[in-house]
């Protein structure tokens, strides 16, 4: 499965910015999805993911009640609407794709990043 993430940009504190990540093939809907991000001098993290139906999602605690991650298995697209956005959030942030089981540690298939920068 390819991966390619789009919707980044430059965003005040307390703002809002949306990330779609658009897949290619027919099995979508058989892939969990997931949202990571990498800070500057940072490990890269787990930040959201999204069983294949859609049904389960999982955060990091310090995205909690600020993102949403959802996905529209008609478009092949996975979704991660981030909210109150605080400078924190500033990161290189991928879409990744793999088995529930694996979708927060390793999953197999990434796209390429998409820069967010949230300025105070």
Same mark, same amino acid.
């Not at 897949?23 to 500057?40: C, I, L, N």
């Not at 995205?63 to 979704?79: E, H, L, P, Q, W």
């Not at 088995?99 to 820069?115: C, F, H, K, S, V």
């Given at each position: 499965?390819?991966?390619?993430?789009?919707? +980044?940009?430059?965003? %005040? *504190?307390? !703002?809002?910015? /949306?990330?779609?990540? $658009? =897949?290619?093939?027919?099995?979508?809907? @058989?892939?969990?999805? +997931?949202?990571?991000? %990498? *800070?500057? !001098?940072?490990? /890269?993290?787990?930040? $959201? =993911?999204?069983?294949?139906?859609?049904? @389960?999602?999982?955060?990091?605690?310090?995205?909690?009640?600020?993102?949403?991650?959802?996905?529209?298995? $008609?478009?092949?697209?996975?979704?991660?609407?981030?909210?109150?956005?605080?400078?924190?959030?500033?990161?290189?942030?991928?879409?990744?794709?793999?088995?529930?089981?694996?979708?927060?540690?390793?999953?197999?298939?990434?796209?390429?990043?998409?820069?967010?920068?949230?300025?105070?």
């Amino acid at each position: 499965v390819q991966l390619q993430a789009s919707g +980044g940009g430059l965003v %005040q *504190a307390g !703002g809002s910015l /949306r990330l779609s990540c $658009a =897949a290619s093939g027919r099995t979508f809907s @058989s892939y969990a999805m +997931g949202w990571f991000r %990498q *800070a500057p !001098g940072k490990e /890269r993290e787990f930040v $959201a =993911a999204i069983s294949g139906s859609g049904g @389960s999602t999982y955060y990091t605690d310090s995205v909690k009640g600020r993102f949403t991650i959802s996905r529209d298995n $008609a478009k092949n697209t996975v979704y991660l609407q981030m909210n109150s956005l605080k400078p924190e959030d500033t990161a290189v942030y991928y879409c990744a794709a793999g088995r529930l089981l694996e979708i927060a540690t390793m999953p197999p298939y990434w796209g390429q990043g998409t820069q967010v920068t949230v300025s105070s």
